[in-house]
């Protein structure tokens, strides 16, 4: 069985991450797998790129500026949106690529920015090989967002967008929704997989998916990596007091919209007013901060910028004493996972995929959503319930039962063999 996985980067993000360990965990299965990239960002051999030589690498830049600048200036109703919504108005054709010729299934993922345009996207459809398209957002059944947010127009027609400054019947996001109807009757033999159940039963209300086979398959975490490590050792390697208590937060972008850095704020404004015996208290934040000003923060913060080592992220997650992710909109989180793997437990809110993770007051705590009062409370739960063996625990134990490499990739053999048999 020849599986090519297909995502616009193996690096850089969610969706490349969850990409990359699929990869892995199905190459310990002996699968003759690799993944078609629009930006190879790594070393791996079982990476291939369209960007491999001078024009390539001109046309990646060309086809990203092209999908995104035009709707940046004339369509985004603010800066919040910018990278929300893509219109898959262009791309490249990979559909003669050796990848995809010599697959026997193809494997598709987060294929925006430039990457794949719909109408690329119906041309690998159309090639007549099985297809497994695995949902790391709504965008595969929206006109184009890629988190809906409040609005429901996916359930029957998008148009009337939110996030568009000319919002109206027949704006990008009716007349996207339209071309995805049109490619999707090109798709004959396709499954869908989502990787939290949160999402599956949104995309099974969608007008463009609910006739469709929807399966949920969470990503794949390798356990040796994210595994718990010295709490010590690793507080003295990344300069931070053995005596502290260390509230851990970070994402690819701590700014995006969805990660609600806003609550965060005012939830350890809470846990700083309303928990007086919470003691020794510091953050440690990674990922990309253009603008976030750390002083807002009521007590001291180490501030890490981006981090692409796992094991640094496994030593981070380590000798956090809780990882809080105070996100309004996500499918299945890996720095949730990840936290967990090392055994650190996880205040977040009760939405999305999330649930699917977190269990309430077994290994981390799922306040209201929205709640900053009761995120705060959750955090005072993690740090002072007297119970931080027992969380440790019970996050180890919950990634091992689910989410380990054998049990995801036994999950998508199983799928590879009912559309190959088809």
């Known amino acids: 069985m020849k599986v090519t996985l297909i995502n616009t980067s193996d690096a850089g993000g969610g969706a490349p991450a969850a990409c990359m360990r699929l990869l892995k965990a199905l190459e310990l299965q002996q699968v003759d797998v690799q993944m078609q990239v629009q930006d190879k960002k790594t070393i791996e051999p079982r990476v291939v790129s369209i960007g491999d030589n001078f024009i390539g690498r001109l046309k990646i830049k060309f086809n990203f500026l092209y999908e995104r600048l035009p709707f940046i200036w004339f369509k985004a109703k603010d800066r919040s949106v910018r990278f929300a919504f893509s219109t898959a108005g262009t791309g490249t054709d990979i559909s003669r690529?050796?990848?995809?010729?010599?697959?026997?299934?193809?494997?598709?993922?987060?294929?925006?920015?430039?990457?794949?345009?719909?109408n690329n996207l119906k041309k690998l459809f159309e090639t007549g090989k099985p297809v497994v398209w695995t949902l790391?957002?709504?965008?595969?059944?929206?006109?184009?967002?890629?988190?809906?947010?409040?609005?429901?127009?996916?359930v029957n027609e998008c148009g009337n967008c939110w996030m568009l400054r000319d919002s109206g019947d027949n704006d990008i996001s009716s007349s996207g929704w339209l071309r995805k109807s049109g490619m999707l009757k090109s798709a004959k033999n396709i499954v869908f997989v989502t990787c939290s159940h949160w999402l599956a039963d949104v995309a099974r209300t969608s007008s463009l998916l609910k006739d469709f086979r929807i399966e949920t398959i969470p990503n794949p975490i390798d356990t040796a990596v994210f595994s718990p490590k010295d709490k010590n050792a690793a507080k003295l390697k990344w300069n931070i007091s053995p005596k502290a208590k260390i509230i851990l937060f970070g994402a690819a972008n701590i700014l995006d919209?969805?990660?609600?850095?806003?609550?965060?704020?005012?939830?350890?404004?809470?846990?700083?007013?309303?928990?007086?015996?919470?003691?020794?208290?510091?953050?440690?934040?990674?990922?990309?901060?253009?603008?976030?000003?750390?002083?807002?923060?009521?007590f001291k913060v180490h501030e890490l910028n981006v981090i692409t080592s796992q094991n640094d992220l496994a030593e981070l997650y380590s000798l956090?004493?809780?990882?809080?992710?105070?996100?309004?909109?996500?499918?299945?989180?890996?720095?949730?996972?990840?936290?967990?793997?090392?055994?650190t437990p996880v205040v977040a809110f009760n939405t999305g995929g999330i649930p699917d993770m977190v269990e309430h007051q077994q290994?981390?705590?799922?306040?209201?959503?929205?709640?900053?009062?009761?995120?705060?409370?959750?955090?005072?739960?993690?740090?002072?319930?007297?119970?931080?063996?027992?969380l440790a625990a019970s996050a180890r134990k919950k990634v091992l039962d689910n989410f380990t490499n054998e049990i995801v990739a036994s999950k998508y053999l199983a799928v590879y063999q009912s559309i190959l048999n088809k």
């Open 257 to 298: 919209r969805r990660k609600g850095i806003t609550y965060l704020v005012e939830a350890l404004h809470h846990l700083k007013s309303d928990y007086p015996d919470v003691e020794d208290v510091e953050i440690v934040i990674f990922g990309k901060n253009k603008s976030f000003d750390v002083n807002q923060l009521p």
């Open 363 to 390: 290994n981390g705590y799922l306040a209201h959503f929205k709640s900053s009062a009761d995120f705060a409370a959750g955090i005072n739960y993690v740090l002072n319930s007297g119970r931080k063996t027992e």
């Open 320 to 343: 956090a004493d809780v990882f809080v992710t105070p996100a309004i909109e996500d499918n299945l989180p890996n720095t949730i996972m990840e936290s967990l793997a090392c055994g």
């Open 97 to 118: 690529q050796a990848s995809v010729l010599n697959a026997d299934i193809l494997h598709l993922h987060w294929t925006n920015s430039g990457y794949l345009s719909i």
């Open 136 to 154: 790391h957002d709504m965008w595969a059944f929206t006109g184009g967002c890629h988190y809906a947010g409040d609005c429901g127009h996916f």
